[in-house]
C-alpha cells in the first residue's frame, strides 16, 4: 500500500479480555515501530524490528505486552488480560531501516488504534 | 541510551509571533534528527530532518531547525506561526548506538488569532 495501515482503528474491549492491534507497514520497509500514546504522556517506544535482527523488546511495559512480525511484513501487537491503564493510542512506524550507505531512518506513521478498556 | 528531552510542555502564541521548540538529546555519536507534526485528529507527519551537512535545515510550511553539535541540541524554529501551526511537535533522534528511533515528549503549540 501507499502507506502504513494499522487495524482496527477503534478498539473497545473489557478489562482482562486479550486484544490484537495489526500493522501493515510500507512494502519494502525493514523497520517497524511500536509506540503508545497516551494523552500527556508522549510517545512511548514498545518495540522495534529491523529485517532479520532480534527486535529490541526494551519499551514493552510489561509481560501481558508481545509482537511478532511476520515474514519481515505484518507485524501484530498482542495486549494479554487488558487493564484499564492499557487504554491508549498504538502507533506502528516504519523506515525503510539504517543498512546502506544512504540509511534512511525517517519513520512514516500509520493513523493508529485508539484502545479503550472498559 | 538515548534519550530527547524537550523543555516546553506547553506554548500559546498569537499570531504572527516567532516560534522556537527547544530540543536536547544525549548520544556523542553520530544521530539523525527529526521534527515530527501531529495536527489536531491527523497522524504523526514529517516536519523536517537532518542527517548530515548543513546543520540549518529547512522544513514545509516555513518551519527550520539548527543542528548544534556543541549543545546537542536541535531547535525548532519559525519566524511567523499562522493559527493553522497549532498542533503537538515532536523532536525524535536516531542513533547507531540505540538502533531506534527515540522521541521526545512532545510541544503543545496553540495559535491564537
Known amino acids: 500500500g501507499a502507506g502504513v495501515s494499522q487495524s482496527p482503528s477503534n478498539k473497545v474491549t473489557e478489562k482482562g479480555k486479550d486484544v490484537e492491534l495489526r500493522c501493515d507497514p510500507i512494502?519494502?520497509?525493514?523497520?517497524l515501530y511500536w509506540y503508545r500514546q497516551s494523552l500527556g504522556q508522549g510517545l512511548e517506544f514498545l518495540i522495534y524490528?529491523?529485517?532479520?535482527?532480534?527486535?529490541?523488546k526494551s519499551g514493552l511495559p510489561s509481560d501481558r505486552f508481545s509482537a511478532e512480525r511476520t515474514g519481515g511484513s505484518v507485524s501484530t501487537l498482542t495486549i494479554q488480560r487488558t487493564q484499564q491503564e492499557d487504554s491508549a493510542v498504538y502507533l506502528c512506524?516504519?523506515?525503510?531501516?539504517?543498512?546502506?550507505?544512504?540509511?534512511?531512518?525517517?519513520?512514516?506513521f500509520g493513523q493508529g488504534t485508539r484502545l479503550t478498556v472498559v | 541510551a538515548q534519550s530527547v528531552s524537550q523543555h516546553n510542555h506547553h506554548v500559546i502564541l498569537s499570531e504572527a509571533a516567532s516560534l522556537e521548540l527547544g530540543c536536547n538529546y544525549s548520544?556523542?555519536?553520530?544521530?539523525?534528527l527529526f521534527w515530527y507534526v501531529q495536527y489536531p485528529g491527523q497522524h504523526l507527519q514529517l516536519l523536517l530532518k537532518?542527517?548530515?551537512?548543513?546543520?540549518l535545515v529547512k522544513g514545509i510550511k516555513g518551519f527550520e531547525a539548527e543542528f548544534i553539535k556543541s549543545k546537542f541540541s536541535f531547535n525548532l524554529r519559525k519566524p511567523s506561526v499562522q493559527w493553522s501551526d497549532t498542533a503537538e511537535y515532536f523532536c525524535?533522534?536516531?542513533?547507531?548506538?540505540?538502533?531506534?528511533?527515540?522521541f521526545g515528549t512532545g510541544t503543545q503549540l496553540k495559535v491564537e488569532l
Open positions: 525524535a533522534v536516531y542513533t547507531g548506538g540505540g538502533n531506534k528511533l527515540t
Open positions: 537532518y542527517f548530515s551537512g548543513d546543520p
Open positions: 512506524a516504519s523506515s525503510l531501516g539504517p543498512q546502506g550507505r544512504r540509511p534512511q531512518t525517517e519513520a512514516f
Open positions: 548520544y556523542g555519536g553520530t544521530v539523525n
Open positions: 524490528f529491523q529485517g532479520n535482527s532480534a527486535p529490541d
Open positions: 512494502s519494502g520497509h525493514t523497520a
